[in-house]
């Protein structure tokens, strides 16, 4: 199992060809609280770079973008009743969207945990 | 002094030492948020709440002919204002469009006017070009301005201000704190009970460290401050309020005094007069908006063919009711409460419906009637 970080601030774990999306602890505290998710539909194709979701904090909207290419298979229905696990959990229980990877390599390009500690404290 | 996010407020390393995150706001450095917005909302609404507003402008007018000369400019019947009493006003063009909005004090023998940050050097240009000579104009750049709003705020305050809980609602007077002399008004922006403090900016940080050290108090932020003016149904200048709209539109027809309507004789009466007679054609109204998704300003009100009606002028989330709440300026035809309303934004269609204001009850401490 192995985490990978996007300069979007972005988390990905991959288990297999699964990828389970979310946002940084380091994001969530930037937007503050956090009142609504709208998350993409199981069976929807988003494409790496491409808009996939929708966080909004008491004070502004903001698009959370594909870390990836792949299908989404699974949308954190959590989320709908207590968008503020994406607050107090959101490397856990405030994950947003799995996926099946189209394109492993994209991975590649990616931080690991200790170059994005280091990219975050340059923020 | 400045940096990126702007001037320097007198408080700004005190922000900066409770933790707060400074944003750009009317030209200054200002604390956006400590410890949380929803926190610090709630927090106000049971508690007490210091809010920093240096960057608002105070002025003071004085001469013989200022309250002659103010009431060309301002709805308000300065003629029964008074000593020591403040009105809400608004500043207007000759067309009736909307310059600022403040609070004006009688003063003894003068007037203390606090107009909004982002808008007063123009509001100060426009009452220096219109005044009477004779008026002489103060801008009391050597002045900050302190809030302390909540349920909590007359007794904490009283504590530190003798004798400020005697003062019923959009009232004010000197008081001595901390061995400063204030100005303290009952007043606010949030729909509570509460005060705004005028103190020394050369003494407001012992100031604001007395008020603040109270078991009661937190410092608010101006993401709060934003929200709770919004559940309070209170129009924010630059949002809700421009010099495109006018009072009418914006619903603040109890700004404009008795007398002052039936003879005019300040700017934008022509237009205000019309439109109290026969209505404005669109109007500023509280929404609530189906399920949980905010939509803000900038949003379009839509009608049944997708056209353009109407525009969102502030939306969120209200912390109080656990809801998206919103103020737009809808055609006067669907202003009334349960109007059926529909907004677009980013392509999605919301269902929204008109609903009274203020959205959470206000709990002014009005003594009696006729204040």
């Known amino acids: ?113 200790e170059a994005y500690k280091a990219f975050c404290e340059n923020q | 002094m400045s940096d990126a996010t702007g001037s320097l407020l007198p408080l700004d390393a005190w922000h900066r030492a409770r933790g707060a995150r400074m944003v750009p706001f ?61 009105r809400y006003s608004l500043l207007l063009t000759d067309d009736a469009g909307i310059i600022d909005d403040l609070m004006v004090t009688r003063r003894g023998d003068h007037f203390y006017m606090v107009v909004n940050g982002a808008t007063k050097e123009g509001d100060i240009a426009h009452l220096q070009e219109r005044l009477p000579r004779t008026v002489t104009l103060d801008y009391m750049k050597e002045q900050a301005l302190l809030a302390l709003q909540g349920p909590k705020a007359a007794a904490t ?12 609602f959009m009232t004010g007077g000197a008081f001595e704190i901390g061995g400063v002399t204030a100005w303290i008004s009952r007043s606010g922006y949030t729909g509570e009970d509460g005060f705004e403090i005028s103190v020394p900016a050369d003494r ?18 101006l993401g709060a401050r934003d929200s709770l003016r919004l559940e309070a149904g209170l129009p924010l200048y630059g949002h809700d309020l421009d010099t495109g709209t006018t009072p009418v539109e914006a619903d603040l027809g109890f700004a404009i005094s008795k007398r002052r309507r039936s003879e005019g004789g300040f700017a934008g009466w022509h237009r205000i007069a ?67 309303i529909r907004l677009a934004q980013r392509g999605k269609i919301f269902e ?20």
């Open chain 1, 1 to 113: 199992m192995t985490v990978h970080y996007t300069e979007e601030h972005e988390w990905i774990q991959i288990e297999g060809d699964t990828a389970t999306v979310g946002i940084t602890d380091f994001a969530q505290g930037q937007l503050g609280d956090i009142v609504f998710v709208e998350l993409p539909d199981a069976g929807r194709q988003v494409t790496k770079g491409g808009e996939a979701a929708v966080v909004e904090s008491v004070k502004a909207a903001s698009d959370v973008y594909a870390p990836v290419t792949g299908e989404v298979t699974e949308a954190n229905q959590a989320l709908s009743d207590d968008p503020s696990l994406v607050n107090s959990d959101p490397e856990g229980a405030g994950w947003f969207f799995r996926l099946r990877l189209s394109n492993p390599s994209e991975l590649n390009g990616l931080m690991d945990a």
């Open chain 2, 274 to 340: 019309a439109e109290l007679e026969n209505g404005p054609i669109r109007r500023r109204v509280g929404l609530t908006v189906e399920g949980r998704q905010p939509v803000r300003e900038g949003a379009m009100v839509v009608d049944d063919e997708g056209n353009e009606v109407g525009k969102v002028t502030s939306g969120g989330f209200s912390p109080m009711l656990e809801a998206p709440i919103a103020m737009a300026y809808v055609p006067a035809a669907s202003a009334e409460p349960g109007s059926a």
């Open chain 2, 26 to 86: 009317a030209g200054y450095a200002m604390p956006i948020q400590y410890e949380g917005i929803i926190a610090e909302h709630r927090w106000t609404r049971e508690s007490a709440g210091l809010f920093d507003v240096s960057h608002m402008g105070q002025i003071i007018l004085r001469g013989a002919e200022a309250e002659a000369g103010l009431e060309t400019l301002l709805p308000a019947d300065l003629s029964i204002l008074k000593d020591g009493r403040l």
């Open chain 2, 157 to 168: 305050l009283a504590r530190l201000a003798s004798g400020v809980d005697a003062l019923g």
């Open chain 2, 352 to 371: 929204a419906k008109v609903a009274p204001m203020p959205f959470v009850p206000h709990k002014y401490h009005r003594k009696g009637a006729g204040q």
């Open chain 2, 204 to 221: 407001v940080v012992e100031i604001a460290d007395l008020i603040a050290d109270q078991p009661e108090v937190k410092p608010i932020g």
